[in-house]
């Protein structure tokens, strides 16, 4: 099945969305004798000691969220092995580690991640670079190392993958994203390949704020021939998966052109569980949305738009122009502070937010990120149920006009807990955030890949959200939904969108552990 037969992911996206039917449907229970490992373990490789001393960002944490990288990628940047450590590390790294009773052993991520299961992997590609030589690594959170496996220059493979994409072209390193499906699987069945991209972003949304605060180049690249990453990588394609690329770094002069024959490779990994289950639905779309050949990607690409592809409709309802807070106000903190106290909160207050809040948060979220799509397909609506100046009530996002326009007034504290699956975190939050898009533009103009990048976009919106919150003091949790439920809620005005990410945010009511 092709990329342009939009069919695969209809069929996907149809099949996987929750309602209160198929929720009282399932049969599905954890079985926890074969819950999978949180790490991919080359246990035959060396590991390549990081260095765990990291200076500290040099700008202050908001300003880091908000800023576009892609204004900085003329700037001829190699980042050394410090810097990509602290990449690393704040994207996909550990930054919490604690002992229950019994001796069990929880570790902490840098980004939020569905049910704590962290199916998202990161390789590094690289020429020579100040403390790290040149060849093709992953990079292991358990001991925060990289563990080469390919010796050498492949960037040129990259740049024929991706059909000459100039950052791809002109940078010293390119991180590339996978998801392991089992790991995520385990719990949520089919419905893991949202997750792929929902975590895939959170991470993101991590590592471009790390960038900016570091004054590293760094774009999104999601065009790409995906046999050709994937082998490079050496993966399991019936397993794990690339999901997404990044260009870090500048350099003038452009990679060499790749080997004539790169040789397989098939590294032995550590089992993940004593068995595991396939959902072959997942494999299905992402086969459907593959791209076969550079030829293939160059056309995918001419098919982006130059602005925003899609632009919410006028309002035509009661306007509350926003004011984001004062960024001497806001937080001082790094990006790096932030991020090291990061938790998904368990209860809210019933506290009100400052109206100054509310807008710095969206404000966050329409600064999107440097990619070679730039489809903006995302647009954002709410519940607000304690913002100071707002009533309580439905409200859509207009970033163009800087206000928030009010749909429908009323008390829907009870409508916002059950939306998210009858939970009380929605419920008792000060503004609950829906991601949503036209999926059917994206899709035609995309292809199936469109499903990747709608998912993608709103995950990293909703990563900034996440990070916005936890500068200016409040609390954040990613939650899942009735999907048409949503839809429902939100129409007239959202009729036929989809809601791709959720993301509750209030005063947490205690400090709980992190998830």
């Known amino acids: ?82 810097s990509l450590s602290r990449l690393l590390h704040f994207s996909a790294g550990i930054i919490q580690r ?207 738009p130059s602005h925003r592809a899609v632009v919410t409709a006028p309002p035509s309802g009661r306007l509350f122009p926003l004011r984001p807070v004062e960024k001497d106000a806001s937080s001082s903190d790094s990006i790096d502070n932030v991020i090291r106290r990061r938790g998904s909160s368990r209860r809210f207050s019933l506290e009100t937010l400052q109206l100054g809040q509310l807008a710095t948060l969206l404000e966050r979220t329409a600064c999107g990120v440097d990619s070679d799509f730039a489809s903006w397909f995302k647009e954002v609506y709410l519940i607000v149920q304690a913002v100071e100046g707002l009533p309580t009530g439905s409200y859509v996002y207009h970033p163009e006009d800087e206000a928030v326009e009010l749909l429908k007034e009323g008390d829907f504290r009870r409508q916002a807990g059950f939306l998210g699956l009858g939970q009380d975190l929605p419920a008792e939050a000060a503004v609950n955030f829906y991601f949503m898009c036209d999926l059917a533009a994206a899709l035609t103009r995309f292809g199936n890949r469109g499903y990747r990048l709608a998912q993608l976009e709103a995950a990293i919106g909703g990563g900034k959200v996440y990070l916005a919150a936890y500068a200016l003091g409040l609390g954040a949790t990613g939650l899942t939904f009735f999907d048409d439920d949503v839809t429902e809620f939100f129409s007239p005005h959202a009729a036929g969108k989809s809601v791709m990410f959720l993301v509750a945010v209030g005063h947490p009511r205690r400090t709980l552990p992190l998830a």
Not at 6 to 16: F, G, K, P, Q, R
Not at 23 to 30: D, F, K, N, P, Q
Not at 35 to 45: G, M, T
């Open 1 to 82: 099945m092709s990329n342009g037969d939009i069919e695969a992911a209809w069929t996907y996206h149809n099949s996987t969305k929750h309602s209160v039917a198929s929720i009282r449907a399932t049969r599905h229970s954890l079985d926890w004798e074969i819950k999978p490992q949180p790490f991919k373990v080359y246990p035959d490789l060396e590991p390549l000691a990081l260095p765990r001393e990291l200076p500290p960002a040099r700008v202050a944490a908001l300003t880091a969220i908000a800023q576009e990288t892609g204004a900085t990628r003329e700037t001829d940047v190699v980042p050394d092995l410090v």
């Open 98 to 304: 604690k002992v229950y009773p019994g001796g069990e052993e929880m570790y902490f991520r840098a980004a939020a991640c569905t049910g704590a299961l962290y199916h998202i992997d990161v390789y590094v590609i690289c020429g020579d670079l100040p403390g790290l030589s040149a060849g093709v690594y992953h990079f292991g959170p358990h001991n925060f190392a990289l563990h080469e496996l390919r010796t050498g220059d492949y960037r040129g493979s990259i740049v024929q993958a991706t059909a000459s994409e100039p950052a791809i072209q002109h940078a010293p390193a390119i991180l590339a994203c996978t998801s392991t499906y089992w790991r995520n699987s385990w719990k949520y069945q089919a419905r893991a390949y949202r997750h792929c991209f929902w975590d895939c972003g959170t991470i993101l949304a991590n590592l471009f704020a790390v960038a900016a605060a570091d004054g590293v180049p760094a774009r999104l690249v999601c065009g790409f021939v995906d046999g050709a990453i994937n082998s490079l990588l050496g993966l399991d394609t019936a397993r794990e998966a690339t999901l997404a690329l990044v260009a870090l770094g500048r350099v003038p002069q452009a990679a060499s052109p790749p080997p004539p024959e790169i040789p397989a490779i098939s590294h032995r990994t550590l089992p993940l569980s004593p068995r595991e289950v396939d959902y072959p639905a997942i494999r299905q779309v992402h086969a459907a949305s593959s791209l076969l050949a550079p030829e293939e990607v160059q056309a995918w690409r001419a098919a982006r």
